[in-house]
């Protein structure tokens, strides 16, 4: 079955500080995987997909298949960054399926 | 209108009533979802439809019916409901074989009583 894991519900740190979100999965086929923000207020909207290897918002994410991990990262957090996370794999089917999310506060 | 809209955006109802929620994209996308979203849960995969052929149920209880009309619409039927299922309820779209991005809906909030 597929799964995905976010260890952390909540995250905080300091403006200017790195930081990384995590995110397990478990998945039998060839993964396809995604960083979802839902700032407040706003609905969820696509951060960026593996596939591409872009950065966005200054955020980055690796697809480790050996650790089967795709965290998520940024050297410098700002303010604008405090938001709920989730990560997606995409399964074969057009199926997505998603982490419980993690909330991430950056304090001034 | 642009984007994923759904309608209507709060929801409030009894056990035994029958209710509807809609959906409706205007991005050209020919696949759609619902996902339900409780607290302290993972977004939950209910029904994916693929060129308004239904491909997934995601062992969804039969008191919620989906019904997808068009590529454009989809609905969730509601009946006998439990208040466990009291939730926000996501539509989304994509492009089939496309990039893989979902677009969502602001969700509507039920409440079952």
């Known amino acids: 079955a597929q799964r995905v894991t976010q260890p952390e519900k909540l995250l905080s740190v300091f403006k200017g500080a790195p930081v990384e979100l995590k995110c397990n999965y478990s998945?039998?086929?060839?993964?396809?995987l995604f960083w979802y923000v839902q700032y407040s207020r706003q609905r969820l909207q696509l951060l960026l997909r593996?596939?591409s290897r872009e950065s966005i918002k200054g955020f980055t994410a690796d697809l480790n298949k050996g650790e089967t991990s795709f965290h998520l990262k940024k050297p410098f957090a700002q303010e604008e960054d405090s938001a709920m996370y989730y990560c997606?794999?995409?399964?074969?089917?057009?199926?997505?399926?998603f982490g419980t999310g993690t909330s991430l506060t950056v304090i001034p | 209108e642009t984007g994923v809209t759904q309608t209507p955006r709060h929801l409030v109802m009894g056990m035994t009533n029958k209710k509807s929620l809609k959906c409706e994209q205007h991005?050209?996308?020919?696949?759609m979802y619902w996902y339900k979203q409780s607290a302290k849960k993972p977004l939950e995969l209910m029904f994916v439809y693929n060129f308004k052929e239904q491909t997934e149920n995601n062992s969804v209880p039969s008191r919620f019916s989906p019904e997808c009309p068009n590529s454009s619409h989809l609905f969730l039927h509601l009946h006998t409901l439990q208040p466990e299922d009291s939730a926000l309820y996501l539509c989304?779209?994509?492009?089939?074989?496309?990039?893989?991005?979902?677009?969502f809906g602001e969700g509507s909030r039920l409440t079952v009583l």
């Open positions: 989304a779209s994509s492009q089939d074989r496309g990039t893989g991005e979902l677009f």
């Open positions: 991005l050209g996308h020919n696949a």
């Open positions: 998945y039998s086929g060839s993964p396809e």
């Open positions: 593996h596939i």
């Open positions: 997606a794999l995409g399964a074969t089917g057009n199926q997505f399926y």
